[in-house]
């Protein structure tokens, strides 16, 4: 546990030295939350109810795109925006193991996007009681199948979009390719969540707890799988483990330092090691 905490200490620390990722945590939610707010006070006293309970779950699935979106860039950063600042090799070579170092990474991630989540489906909720024009607004928002899929989904969204991120980020050479990659590979699990939000799906206590648990088994296996992609020589080096050249029996044994043979220059025929 102290081990994990000092990661994700370090990752929150980053986060304060980072301008970039600051404004992705500032401006994103903002407009996120203009189109929910347009949603909701757009709908006069006179639209009936089954037009608001269809405005209402656009509203919602917009609200879980935040919860997505957000650690999606965050974790594909994680990795190889440490490769481009030259502190990985430095931690890597930490007594910390991967599955701690991943773990925590994810941790320092999810709990300022969940934060932010809440902090604009709360807002959307106040906005709704004290200015919305239709009373079946409030109604709909209030719903404690849509509220508590708000509150299950955003953190196992954001689990997902996480170690999509960095799985992503492990493999990638270029912080650019590696947002768009897993922002884009984030997006599907929102399927599930149209399904709820658009009444496609009835919305209920057990289809709500349904969904969260099949969403955090999910996420359990995609720790996993990254944890086994997670190659530290790899990442350091830049390439796999040192294989046998051609013709050798057998691989040089872990920690054997390779001799460089320098040729050419003062031609006295020797050689440093």
Known sequence: MGRLAGVVLKELREYRRSPFIVGTMLVLPFIFLIEPLVIIFRLGASVPAAAVDKSVGAAFLILLITPVLIPAVLAAYSVVGEREQGTLEPLLTTPVRR??????????????????????????????????????????LSQGPHVLAE??????????????????????????????LGTLASLPALGVVALVSFNIITPSFTTSLAFALGLLVADVVMWRVVSAMFDRERLITGAGALRAPSGDTQAPPPGTVRQIHLTGGGGDGRRDD
């Open 151 to 180: 509150i299950l989904f955003a953190p196992l969204l954001a689990g997902w979009s996480i170690w999509v991120g960095i799985g992503i980020s492990t493999r990638a050479s270029d912080v650019r390719v590696a947002q768009q």
């Open 99 to 140: 599955e701690e170092l991943l773990l925590g990474k994810a941790l320092g991630v999810v709990v300022p996007a969940v934060v932010i989540a809440y902090v604009v489906f709360a807002i959307v909720e106040l906005s709704a009681h004290l200015f919305a024009s239709n009373a079946e607004v409030v109604a709909a």
